[in-house]
C-alpha cells in the first residue's frame, strides 16, 4: 500500500459524473474504492490531471464535492466530509486511520497544504473551498459581508501578473490610475489596507500596484468596513494568500511574450526536504521585462521568493520565509492633460507627459512566518508575523497645467525627485476553536494584533519653465539626484488592538455573530528631519468598535444574511479650535449589509447578492471661522456627511463541467450629504460589470483545447471642478472662473483567451485584451493632469510546463 499511494503516476480524468471518474481513478491508481453507489448519485467531478501521488490525486479529484476519503488497510472509503468546528471549514478531503506520522502509506499530513480548505492551487476551480479572511478558515457561506476570491486558476487564465491586473478583474472596483502608482475603491471608498496569509492589518505602500502574483495562491477582497481587524475604512480590505510548500515535488515553468516586447519567465519548485516530508520548501522567481504602448515607457522586475514549511510536531506547524521584488520603470509619466475649455485634446494613446529618462526605482523585501499550533480537533493557537523593508525613489520631470486651445502653451515643467523608506512590522496572535454547548457547536476567536510603520519620506518640487508647445515639447535635462531636498519627514504610526468573535447557534440553522475591537493603542508621530523638530504628536484615546450579524441556513446550500459593522478612522492629527487646538474626534460610521449566499454543485459553483449602504460622518473639513495658515493642523471641524448604497451579485464556479465563471455586477449611488446630495465619488460608475468564463471541452474529440471570453463594462463617470472662463479683454483663460464637468460615456472592453493542452506536463494558451482596440479612458481627473488612457489591443502567449 505505502508504494501504491506514496509513488508517482500519471493521471488523466476528465470532468464528468463521480461514480464514473471514481471507477477510472481506481483504474489508473491501482487501488480498490469503496463507496455506496447513494453516495456518489448526483455527484460530478472536475477532474485531475497530471503526475502526482494517489492521495493527492483523489483529494483534487474530490475537491468541491462534499466527500472526503479514509485509508484502511489496502482501501480506500469514500464518506461525507464530517462537520467539524460547527461553521468552520473542515481541514480538507481527507482523513487518514491508523497512520502514525500522518504520513504512513503516502497518506497526506493535516498540516500540509493538501489539506489546508484555503489552498486553491490545482483545484482547476474559479470557487474556492474556503478563505481566511477572518482569521478562520470559513466557506464564503458563512461570512456574512461580500468577498471576492479570485483563485489560482483565474490568475493564470487571465494571466493577472501584478495586483493592477487583479484589481480590474475584481466585482465592484474601480482604478485610479497616476504616475506613480493607483489606488483602488469599492463602494465609491478607498481600499486602504492589506492583510497576508489572515495575519494583522497592514498599511499600503506605495508601488503595491506593481505587487507580483507568482507567490500567491489567491488573492480576496472583503467590502465593506472591518473594523473587527483594525481596517475601518469601508471601502474593504485585501487579503493575500501565499503560495505554500507542497509534499510533492513539483517544478513548473513558464515563459511569456507578447505585445510591445513584453516578455516573462517563471520559475517554481517545492517539495519535500527531508525523507517523511516533515520538512518541506518552494522557491518561485520571476524575471520580467518589457516596453509599453506609452512612448518611451519600459519596466522591469525580478522577485525571488522562498519559504520553509517544517511540522515541528504531528500537531505544531512552523512557516518561515522571504521575498525580494526589485523594479524599475522609465519614462513613466503618462497622465494627460485637457485644454482650458475642458475640452479633450485628443491626444494619441502614446503620448507621454514626462521624459525620456525618468525613472522610478522599487525595492521590497519581506520576512514572514508563521506558527499554528492545534489543541485536539477543535482549537488551535495561531502566531503571523511579517517584516517589509521598501524603498522608492523616483527621478522624474513632468508637463502640468491645462492648455490654451490656440496655441498649445499654458505647460509648466516641474522636476520631481524623491526618495521614500518604508519599514512596516505586523503580528497577529490569535486563539480560535469550537466548543459544545446545549446540544450545539459554537465557534470563538480571541486575538491580539499590533503594527509599527516607520516611514522617511524626502522629496524636492523644483520649477524648471515653460512649455510653449504640447505637440513639440523641448525636455529638460536629467538632474543630479540625490538633491539638497526642501521637505524631510519622518512618520512613525503605532497600533495595537484586542479583537474578539463568537459565533453561537441558538438552532442548528441559525448563526448569531458578535464581536469588537478594542484599539488601545493609536499614535503617530511626525519629525522635520531638516530642523529636527517634532512636527506633530497624535495619541488616540482608546476606542472600542463593535460588530455583529445573523446567518440563518434556510435552505440546503442557501443562507440569508446581515451584518452591521463600525466605521472608525482616527484624524486625531488635525486640531479643532480654538488655537493651539485639541485633536478632532474620529470619523464615524456604520457599514449594513444584507444579502443571500448559496453554493450548488456541492460547492462547485457559489453566488451571491447582497444590498449595502455606507455612512460615514465627522471626516474633517476647515474651521470657517478659524481656517488652516499654510497647512497647519488648525483648526478644523467634523462636518463631512457621505452616504453610499448599492446592490452587488456574484457568481463564481463551475456551471457545468468544463465551464468556469466569474460574474460580478456593482449598481452604487453615492452622495455627499453636505453638497446637496451631489455624488462623492464622481469616477465611481453607477454600474460595473465583470465577467470571464473559460471552457475546457469535454471528451476525446477536442480533448485539451479550452476557450474563454469575458467583459469589463461601465456606465458613465465624470469629474467636476472649477476653470477660468476666456477673458475676451486679454485673450487668456484668466476669467471668471465657473464650474466644469468631464464626463466619459459608458464603455466595455472585451478579451479573449484560447489554450491546448498537448499532455498533462505542456500547455500554450494565448490572451487577447480590448478586442475591438476601444479608446477609453481609465482614469479621469482635473483639466491639468490625471487623467490616463486604457491599453490598446495587445496579446499575451503563455507556455507552460509541469514536471
Known amino acids: 500500500?505505502?508504494?501504491?499511494?506514496?509513488?508517482?503516476?500519471?493521471?488523466?480524468?476528465?470532468?464528468?459524473?463521480?461514480?464514473?471518474?471514481?471507477?477510472?481513478?481506481?483504474?489508473?491508481?491501482?487501488?480498490?474504492?469503496?463507496?455506496?453507489?447513494?453516495?456518489?448519485?448526483?455527484?460530478?467531478?472536475?477532474?485531475?490531471?497530471?503526475?502526482?501521488?494517489?492521495?493527492?490525486?483523489?483529494?483534487?479529484?474530490?475537491?468541491?464535492?462534499?466527500?472526503?476519503?479514509?485509508?484502511?488497510?489496502?482501501?480506500?472509503?469514500?464518506?461525507?466530509?464530517?462537520?467539524?468546528?460547527?461553521?468552520?471549514?473542515?481541514?480538507?478531503?481527507?482523513?487518514?486511520?491508523?497512520?502514525?506520522?500522518?504520513?504512513?502509506?503516502?497518506?497526506?499530513?493535516?498540516?500540509?497544504?493538501?489539506?489546508?480548505?484555503?489552498?486553491?492551487?490545482?483545484?482547476?476551480?474559479?470557487?474556492?473551498?474556503?478563505?481566511?479572511?477572518?482569521?478562520?478558515?470559513?466557506?464564503?457561506?458563512?461570512?456574512?459581508?461580500?468577498?471576492?476570491?479570485?483563485?489560482?486558476?483565474?490568475?493564470?487564465?487571465?494571466?493577472?501578473?501584478?495586483?493592477?491586473?487583479?484589481?480590474?478583474?475584481?466585482?465592484?472596483?474601480?482604478?485610479?490610475?497616476?504616475?506613480?502608482?493607483?489606488?483602488?475603491?469599492?463602494?465609491?471608498?478607498?481600499?486602504?489596507?492589506?492583510?497576508?496569509?489572515?495575519?494583522?492589518?497592514?498599511?499600503?505602500?506605495?508601488?503595491?500596484?506593481?505587487?507580483?502574483?507568482?507567490?500567491?495562491?489567491?488573492?480576496?477582497?472583503?467590502?465593506?468596513?472591518?473594523?473587527?481587524?483594525?481596517?475601518?475604512?469601508?471601502?474593504?480590505?485585501?487579503?493575500?494568500?501565499?503560495?505554500?510548500?507542497?509534499?510533492?515535488?513539483?517544478?513548473?515553468?513558464?515563459?511569456?511574450?507578447?505585445?510591445?516586447?513584453?516578455?516573462?519567465?517563471?520559475?517554481?519548485?517545492?517539495?519535500?526536504?527531508?525523507?517523511?516530508?516533515?520538512?518541506?520548501?518552494?522557491?518561485?522567481?520571476?524575471?520580467?521585462?518589457?516596453?509599453?504602448?506609452?512612448?518611451?515607457?519600459?519596466?522591469?522586475?525580478?522577485?525571488?521568493?522562498?519559504?520553509i514549511e517544517a511540522d515541528l510536531t504531528p500537531s505544531t506547524l512552523l512557516v518561515a520565509g522571504f521575498t525580494r521584488q526589485e523594479d524599475r520603470k522609465d519614462g513613466f509619466n503618462v497622465s494627460l492633460p485637457r485644454y482650458r475649455n475642458g475640452v479633450d485634446i485628443g491626444l494619441p494613446r502614446d503620448f507621454n507627459m514626462g521624459t525620456p529618462w525618468n525613472w522610478i526605482k522599487r525595492g521590497t523585501s519581506v520576512f514572514f512566518g508563521r506558527l499554528e499550533q492545534r489543541i485536539g480537533d477543535d482549537w488551535a493557537i495561531k502566531l503571523t508575523a511579517n517584516h517589509m523593508r521598501n524603498r522608492d525613489k523616483t527621478n522624474a520631470a513632468e508637463m502640468e497645467n491645462a492648455v490654451d486651445p490656440v496655441n498649445g502653451s499654458g505647460l509648466n515643467w516641474w522636476y520631481f525627485q524623491q526618495d521614500k523608506a518604508t519599514k512596516e512590522t505586523t503580528v497577529d496572535l490569535n486563539a480560535q476553536g469550537s466548543f459544545e454547548l446545549f446540544g450545539q457547536t459554537h465557534n470563538l476567536i480571541l486575538g491580539v494584533d499590533y503594527v509599527r510603520l516607520n516611514q522617511v519620506y524626502q522629496q524636492l518640487w523644483t520649477y524648471i519653465g515653460l512649455e510653449d508647445d504640447i505637440f513639440d515639447p523641448v525636455y529638460p535635462e536629467q538632474p543630479v539626484f540625490p538633491p539638497n531636498w526642501n521637505y524631510r519627514n519622518r512618520q512613525t504610526i503605532e497600533?495595537?488592538?484586542?479583537?474578539?468573535?463568537?459565533?453561537?447557534?441558538?438552532?442548528?440553522?441559525?448563526?448569531?455573530?458578535?464581536?469588537?475591537?478594542?484599539?488601545?493603542?493609536?499614535?503617530?508621530?511626525?519629525?522635520?528631519?531638516?530642523?529636527?523638530?517634532?512636527?506633530?504628536?497624535?495619541?488616540?484615546?482608546?476606542?472600542?468598535?463593535?460588530?455583529?450579524?445573523?446567518?440563518?441556513?434556510?435552505?440546503?446550500?442557501?443562507?440569508?444574511?446581515?451584518?452591521?459593522?463600525?466605521i472608525y478612522q482616527s484624524q486625531a492629527q488635525y486640531n479643532s479650535g480654538p488655537r493651539p487646538g485639541s485633536p478632532l474626534d474620529p470619523v464615524t460610521g456604520r457599514n449594513y449589509e444584507a444579502g443571500i449566499k448559496g453554493e450548488l454543485a456541492d460547492g462547485k459553483l457559489t453566488g451571491s447578492v447582497a444590498w449595502y449602504r455606507v455612512t460615514k460622518k465627522g471626516e474633517a473639513a476647515s474651521d470657517p471661522a478659524s481656517p488652516p495658515i499654510g497647512g497647519d493642523s488648525c483648526c478644523y471641524i467634523r462636518d463631512g456627511y457621505i452616504k453610499s448604497q448599492g446592490v452587488e451579485v456574484e457568481l463564481n464556479g463551475e456551471i457545468f463541467p468544463g465551464l468556469q465563471v466569474a460574474f460580478g455586477y456593482t449598481y452604487n449611488n453615492n452622495v455627499n450629504k453636505r453638497d446637496s446630495d451631489a455624488r462623492y465619488s464622481e469616477t465611481t460608475p453607477k454600474h460595473l460589470l465583470k465577467l470571464w468564463t473559460d471552457y475546457k471541452f469535454q471528451g476525446d474529440a477536442l480533448k485539451g483545447l479550452s476557450i474563454g471570453a469575458g467583459v469589463t463594462a461601465q456606465s458613465s463617470n465624470f469629474h467636476s471642478g472649477w476653470i477660468q472662463e476666456l477673458n475676451p479683454l486679454t485673450g487668456l483663460y484668466d476669467g471668471p472662473y465657473y464650474e466644469y464637468q468631464f464626463r466619459v460615456k459608458g464603455y466595455a472592453i472585451w478579451s479573449a483567451r484560447a489554450g491546448y493542452a498537448f499532455n498533462d506536463r505542456f500547455s500554450i494558451s494565448a490572451n487577447l485584451n480590448n478586442i475591438f482596440d476601444k479608446t477609453y479612458y481609465v482614469t479621469i481627473d482635473g483639466p491639468g493632469y490625471g487623467n490616463l488612457y486604457g491599453d490598446p489591443r495587445n496579446v499575451m502567449v503563455t507556455l507552460r510546463g509541469q514536471f
Open 1 to 307: 500500500m505505502a508504494q501504491s499511494t506514496a509513488s508517482e503516476r500519471s493521471y488523466d480524468i476528465p470532468a464528468q459524473p463521480l461514480a464514473t471518474a471514481i471507477t477510472s481513478y481506481g483504474q489508473q491508481a491501482g487501488l480498490q474504492v469503496s463507496a455506496p453507489a447513494d453516495l456518489l448519485s448526483g455527484r460530478t467531478s472536475s477532474g485531475v490531471a497530471g503526475r502526482m501521488s494517489a492521495m493527492s490525486a483523489l483529494s483534487r479529484l474530490l475537491s468541491g464535492t462534499g466527500l472526503s476519503f479514509r485509508l484502511m488497510g489496502n482501501t480506500v472509503v469514500l464518506e461525507h466530509v464530517p462537520d467539524i468546528a460547527g461553521d468552520a471549514v473542515s481541514l480538507g478531503p481527507v482523513r487518514v486511520e491508523g497512520s502514525g506520522n500522518g504520513r504512513a502509506g503516502g497518506s497526506v499530513s493535516p498540516l500540509s497544504a493538501a489539506s489546508d480548505p484555503v489552498m486553491t492551487e490545482g483545484s482547476r476551480s474559479y470557487a474556492p473551498l474556503a478563505t481566511n479572511v477572518g482569521k478562520a478558515a470559513q466557506s464564503l457561506r458563512q461570512i456574512p459581508q461580500s468577498v471576492t476570491v479570485i483563485t489560482r486558476q483565474r490568475l493564470e487564465d487571465q494571466n493577472l501578473i501584478s495586483i493592477e491586473d487583479v484589481m480590474l478583474q475584481t466585482t465592484g472596483v474601480t482604478v485610479d490610475r497616476n504616475w506613480l502608482s493607483s489606488t483602488y475603491n469599492s463602494r465609491g471608498l478607498n481600499i486602504s489596507y492589506a492583510r497576508y496569509d489572515g495575519g494583522a492589518t497592514s498599511f499600503r505602500v506605495d508601488g503595491m500596484s506593481d505587487i507580483d502574483t507568482a507567490i500567491y495562491d489567491s488573492i480576496a477582497l472583503v467590502r465593506g468596513a472591518d473594523g473587527l481587524f483594525g481596517a475601518g475604512e469601508a471601502g474593504g480590505v485585501l487579503n493575500f494568500t501565499r503560495k505554500r510548500a507542497l509534499e510533492e515535488a513539483q517544478l513548473q515553468l513558464n515563459a511569456y511574450g507578447g505585445s510591445w516586447d513584453n516578455y516573462r519567465v517563471e520559475g517554481d519548485v517545492t517539495g519535500p526536504l527531508a525523507a517523511n516530508g516533515a520538512i518541506r520548501g518552494r522557491a518561485i522567481g520571476v524575471i520580467d521585462s518589457g516596453h509599453s504602448f506609452q512612448r518611451f515607457k519600459q519596466d522591469r522586475r525580478a522577485l525571488i521568493h522562498g519559504l
Open 495 to 566: 497600533r495595537m488592538g484586542l479583537y474578539g468573535t463568537l459565533r453561537i447557534h441558538p438552532v442548528e440553522s441559525l448563526s448569531l455573530i458578535g464581536g469588537g475591537r478594542l484599539a488601545f493603542r493609536d499614535k503617530t508621530r511626525n519629525y522635520d528631519l531638516i530642523t529636527n523638530a517634532l512636527r506633530d504628536r497624535v495619541e488616540q484615546d482608546s476606542v472600542f468598535i463593535p460588530y455583529g450579524a445573523a446567518i440563518w441556513d434556510f435552505y440546503k446550500g442557501f443562507s440569508l444574511y446581515a451584518s452591521v459593522a463600525e
